[in-house]
């Protein structure tokens, strides 16, 4: 038959090893938590960010631009080749801002 005395040691080491994982996962769990937290002073990152948005849009103008400057003066059509150019550079700077920032809001973390 089992001995009382041993099933007491028996449910005190448990309970030992019990409270000691229990332990172990608050740590874990809180060490996740300041991982997700944001940051009292994200400048950088918000400085960061509106550096890529500024970018993309520039980016975009600059070459609509250049190969609108340069398809006219290949071409002879002077200010034809440069306007619509610009204003598809300027849709494109545009739609970058937007895929930018659409993808920095779906990476933020909740």
């Known amino acids: 038959?089992?001995?009382?005395g041993n099933d007491h040691s028996d449910q005190d080491?448990?309970?030992?090893?019990?409270?000691?994982?229990?332990?172990?996962?608050?740590?874990?769990?809180?060490?996740?938590?300041?991982?997700?937290a944001p940051e009292g002073n994200d400048f950088g990152s918000n400085y960061s960010k509106a550096f890529r948005l500024a970018s993309e849009f520039v980016g975009g103008v600059l070459?609509?631009?250049?190969?609108?400057w340069g398809i006219d003066r290949l071409l002879g059509t002077s200010p034809i080749g440069l306007i619509v150019l610009l204003i598809l550079g300027f849709a494109a700077g545009v739609l970058g801002m937007a895929r930018a920032s659409r993808v920095d809001d779906d990476a933020a973390p909740k």
């Open 1 to 4: 038959m089992s001995d009382p």
């Open 13 to 36: 080491d448990l309970a030992k090893r019990k409270a000691k994982l229990e332990q172990a996962l608050a740590k874990i769990k809180d060490d996740q938590a300041k991982a997700r």
């Open 63 to 68: 070459v609509g631009a250049v190969l609108g």
